[in-house]
């Protein structure tokens, strides 16, 4: 959807976007801890530079109406899809606590990975803060849930236009989109993680026993 700025008004653009945006933020159109768009969405949106952007940006930064975790990913409740809903055995439409991260390996970017786990399992998990703590290490501590195995799967795929910028890929290259289901030993899913691996910096490497191939 685009939207317009006034270039003849008194006040600068960036400005004007900064007012747009907490008109949103407070109308409800952006939930709390949900991700803005990007500055290269929000500079196609409104027709202005990504410099523009960046000042509105740093500007509701300032007021504390947004938030910023640079390499760290978006962290909130979301609605379970069919998908998420299937894997994790709960109702389409449940909540669900959302982790999305971008995986950085000497400083470039590797992989999206976003996990989702039943909200009404662990109503308290977003309190932590998981810069510095470990998702898994919380689930034991906190929860008593001991994750002990995973089924996973590797296809490839071309990347969206999105996952491209995320993984700053000069176009759309061919990507690793890696599914997985963690459980407990008891069987139970508790963690469906979806995974963008670059496709030109990641190698899949696994040790069989011949004797169990058939």
């Known amino acids: ?7 003849e008004a008194p006040d600068p653009l960036y400005a004007q ?4 945006l907490t008109a949103d933020i407070a109308s409800g159109r952006y939930r709390p801890h949900q991700r803005l768009p990007s500055e290269r969405e929000l500079s196609n949106r409104f027709q ?15 007021d504390n109406v947004v938030y910023t975790r640079m390499g760290k990913g978006t962290f909130k409740v979301v609605t379970a899809t069919p998908e998420v809903a299937a894997a994790l055995r709960i109702t389409p ?14 400083g470039v970017p590797l992989a999206i990975e976003t996990a989702y786990l039943p909200f009404v399992r662990f109503p ?3 309190t932590h803060n998981f810069e ?17 195995r995973a089924e996973q799967t590797i296809e490839a795929a071309i990347a969206e236009p999105r996952e491209s910028e995320l993984l700053e ?11 997985r289901l ?3 030993d008891a069987g139970v899913p508790v963690e469906y993680v979806c995974s963008i691996y670059r496709g030109d910096r990641y190698k899949f490497r696994s040790t069989l026993n011949t004797r169990t191939v058939t």
Do not use: F
Request: overall charge positive; some cysteine; glycine content about 2%.
């Open 1 to 7: 959807m685009s939207a317009c700025l006034h270039r």
């Open 17 to 20: 976007l900064k007012n747009s």
């Open 48 to 62: 202005v530079s990504r410099m523009t952007v960046r000042q509105a940006l740093l500007e509701l930064a300032r």
């Open 93 to 106: 439409g449940a909540e669900t606590i959302m982790l999305s991260r971008l995986r950085l390996a000497d």
């Open 124 to 126: 308290d998990l977003l």
């Open 132 to 148: 510095i703590e470990s998702l898994y290490d919380v689930l034991e501590n906190q929860y008593g849930v001991k994750l002990t």
């Open 169 to 179: 890929l000069t176009r759309r290259n061919a990507v690793l989109n890696i599914r």
């Open 182 to 184: 963690t459980l407990t």
